[in-house]
Every structure is written in C-alpha cells, then in structure tokens.
C-alpha cells in the first residue's frame, strides 16, 4: 500500500488566491511527522513546513499551514496568497518513528503548482 | 545552512559504462540518502547510510551500490549503466535524534542520461 497519496497530479491557481495541495498519509505507527518540500524546476528541494503526530495545532510557516486532520489521516497543504514563485512540485512526505525504519522518509509522487498571473 | 553537494549537476554516459555520482554534507550529519525521482513516480529511495560504512537498501537497490568511507561523503554507483536508470538522482542528509522537526536536506540533483 503507497504510504502518501498526492491524487493531484497538477493544479492551477490565480495569483493571490489561496490554494490546498491534498495529501493522505498510511502508517500504524502513533509517532510520526509529515512534511512539505517544493521543488522548483531547478531541481532542488526546499523543506516548507513539518507537522509532527502529537501536536494538536496546525503548523504554519508564513503563508504556508499544514491542514492536519489526524482521523482522516490527512495532511493538506494551504499556500495563501499565491505568487509567481510558488509555481513548482510539491510533495509530502512521511517518517515513521520506528526504531529499524526511522530515518527512512517515504515520499507522495508530488503536484504540480502553476501560478496563473 | 545545511549545504548538500553533488559533484555532477547533468550528465551523459554510454550503456555498459560504470558511473559515479559523488554527494558531500558539511553539516556531521550521520545519515545520508540517495533517492531516484521520475515522473509520476515520486522519489523512490535506493539506498541509505546510517554511519561510515554502514548501509542499507531501500526500495529499488537494484542495478546500484554505495560507498561511505568518510562521514561527509556518500557514493552512488552505478557498476554498468542501462538506458532505465536514465533519471534525476537526489542526494539527502539527515542528523541523528529525534524525529521533531528533524528533516532531511537535499542536494541540487544530478541528471543522468544513459545512451
């Protein structure tokens, strides 16, 4: 079974509109974090925000918050107020906290945002 | 800053040819990755490094090997290129502890085509 699910394989957005990138993660485990990267066309990969398992607020990071729905096993991302920048991949990610596993991160086949002026 | 640099950005080898793609850390970290991304595909982890000369297989170790001989330098190879291991290759570091907040970092990427 894939353990994140990205159904979104691209969206669009206007500029200054808000946007949620859909993400579902699958783990037994109690402890575990979720994480955001965006990955511009250059190729590099950019850490946006982290939500671990325990904390009972979303997590936010500028104009980016973690919609985090622990019963759903979801974790959205909300990028506010859209910029030309934003365009790029995302993908979610997970780490189980599992002694054996524990720093293996499993990765979503990620979205791709466009931008629209 | 955490800085995660590969030695090769693009590159062009022929089928058959033994490839070497080179990843340093200069942040001590004591893990360090090597993932695959394609289209459509994600990022698919083929093997990690937990400390020098430790390694483990991750889910597509096939075709691939590693090397860790310094704590900051983490080795892929590829000991005889095919045209299906044409792809984007990442290269990550991760400090040991806790899992709150602790997240990998990745390097630039290198683009490999195999002829």
């Known amino acids: 079974a894939q353990k994140i699910t990205q159904t979104q394989p691209g969206m669009f957005v206007q500029e200054k509109e808000a946007v949620t990138l859909d993400c579902t993660y699958d783990t037994s485990d109690q402890s575990y974090g979720l994480f955001w990267y965006k990955q511009p066309s250059s190729g590099e990969m950019i850490f946006l925000i982290y939500?671990?398992?325990?904390?009972?607020q979303n997590a936010t990071e500028g104009r980016y918050s973690l919609n985090f729905q622990k019963a759903r096993k979801s974790a959205n991302l909300v990028i506010s107020a859209s910029q030309l920048g934003d365009s790029a991949m995302y993908f979610c990610?997970?780490?189980?906290?599992?002694?054996?596993?524990?720093?293996?991160?499993?990765f979503g086949t990620g979205t791709s945002l466009t931008v629209i002026p | 800053d955490v800085k995660v640099t590969q030695s090769s950005r693009y590159l062009v080898k022929r089928t058959g040819e033994k490839v070497f793609l080179e990843c340093v850390q200069d942040m001590d970290h004591e893990n360090m990755f090597w993932y695959r991304q394609d289209p459509g595909l994600g990022l698919r982890l083929i093997y990690f490094s937990y400390d020098v000369k430790m390694k483990e297989k991750g889910d597509i170790p096939e075709g691939y090997s590693v090397s860790r001989e310094k704590k900051e330098r983490f080795s892929l190879i590829l000991e005889s290129a095919s045209t299906n291991q044409t792809s984007m290759y990442l290269c990550?570091?991760?400090?040991?502890?806790?899992?709150?907040?602790?997240?990998?970092?990745f390097g630039e990427g290198s683009w490999l085509t195999v002829v």
């Open positions: 990610a997970m780490r189980e906290a599992t002694v054996f596993t524990g720093n293996q991160f499993y």
């Open positions: 990550a570091s991760k400090g040991a502890g806790g899992i709150s907040g602790n997240t990998i970092y």
């Open positions: 939500q671990g398992s325990y904390d009972e």
